[in-house]
């Protein structure tokens, strides 16, 4: 059983599957729709993913300093205006959609409450990921703009999830940017490959998709679902994965067979195959993802974990920024598979990394 704070942790963590399985879908195809070019679709969402990670920084920074909670509504606030003024027709309106910048002080709040934090996290991903099949389902359903209008409540109802939690951790009081794991920390940047890897390829799949058969979100949206339904029962085999191999040994096995997946992606001629190879990838590569967020928690002390979560996240997130204009540029001279190609060696370079450094001698 949860306790309820655990449960509203869960649950506010868990809404946001519905964000992430509509953005999937629809963002860059809106972003498309409004007359911008795939080189500038890269570059807005480029700069989204720089200012959602300086945030987290500054938030998990307060955070520390007086308590998660009252942060965390903020981030949420931020990203309601700005899904209003994206779904107005201003494209500009994406800078704001920091939603995912939150995620580090929740993770925070979560190791606080969590008895078994294994099992609350493979839990929160689980259902997180169960939801993004009910984003991308409802993306493939509505317009585009109304696919971006319906998440502004969304975002309302995970604000106030996590502000029925009751904090214990009052913060030190002050505002600090040292973390005394960096040591811990800095060794884990080697994510940072992933983080570019996942930046050059995934917030513009529905964008290859699109370029490479034709296909639209009424399209997309079942195979999205697919994808994330698939994800949430991995996820689910995490715990027993990591007590089989140990927490590092399962990430890397795992990240492996993902990679395999990725490299054969853009050789299939056909729709449905190249969907049910996504499928099959998604799976394996992010199953672990519950695993490596406990794993990180076992590194740092508390008075510091959103801190330390926000700096794992910004050190992911500078090389993911860039990841975007890349793709974006390249879909634009009509190179469509050299993307999952730089992707796959980044995925791969990252795992043998994650391995020499947390693998060998792991149980």
């Given at each position: ?29 809106y972003l498309y729709s409004l007359g911008l070019s ?31 909670v009252k942060f965390v509504v903020l981030n949420r ?236 996240g910004f050190l992911d997130a500078l090389p993911r ?43």
């Amino acid at each position: 059983m949860f306790s309820r704070d655990e449960a509203l942790l869960i649950a506010a963590s868990s809404i946001g599957g519905v964000l992430w399985g509509m953005n999937q879908v629809v963002l860059s195809l809106y972003l498309y729709s409004l007359g911008l070019s795939p080189a500038r679709v890269g570059l807005l969402i480029t700069a989204q993913t720089f200012i959602g990670a300086a945030l987290s920084l500054i938030l998990s920074a307060l955070g520390d300093a007086y308590g998660r909670v009252k942060f965390v509504v903020l981030n949420r606030a931020i990203s309601a205006a700005g899904l209003a003024v994206l779904a107005s027709g201003n494209p500009y309106g994406v800078l704001l959609l920091t939603f995912m910048s939150g995620g580090a002080l929740v993770s925070a709040l979560m190791a606080e409450k969590a008895a078994d934090l294994d099992r609350d996290m493979s839990v929160s991903s689980a259902a997180n990921t169960a939801l993004s099949v009910v984003g991308s389902i409802i993306a493939g359903v509505l317009t585009l703009r109304g696919s971006i209008i319906a998440e502004i409540p969304i975002v309302a109802a995970s604000a106030a999830l996590v502000a029925a939690v009751r904090e214990s951790y009052r913060g030190t009081g002050e505002i600090s940017f040292k973390i005394e794991s960096f040591p811990k920390v800095a060794r884990l940047s080697i994510n940072a490959l992933i983080g570019m890897g996942a930046g050059i390829l995934l917030p513009m799949l529905s964008l290859w998709f699109y370029l490479r058969f034709g296909v639209n979100q009424a399209e997309l949206g079942p195979v999205f679902a697919a994808s994330n339904a698939a994800l949430a029962l991995a996820t689910l085999a995490a715990p027993r994965l990591s007590r089989l191999w140990g927490r590092a040994r399962a990430i890397v096995y795992t990240q492996s067979l993902g990679v395999l997946f990725l490299v054969l992606m853009p050789l299939v001629p056909t729709y449905s195959a190249a969907a049910a190879i996504y499928i099959a990838r998604n799976a394996a590569m992010n199953m672990a993802t519950p695993l490596f967020s406990s794993f990180v928690a076992g590194l740092i002390p508390e008075h510091e974990r959103a801190r330390g979560y926000a700096m794992i996240g910004f050190l992911d997130a500078l090389p993911r920024a860039v990841g975007p204009s890349i793709s974006g540029y390249l879909y634009g001279l009509g190179m469509l598979s050299l993307p999952f190609y730089i992707t796959a060696s980044l995925y791969a370079a990252a795992t043998v990394g994650f391995y020499c450094f947390f693998g060998r001698g792991s149980a």
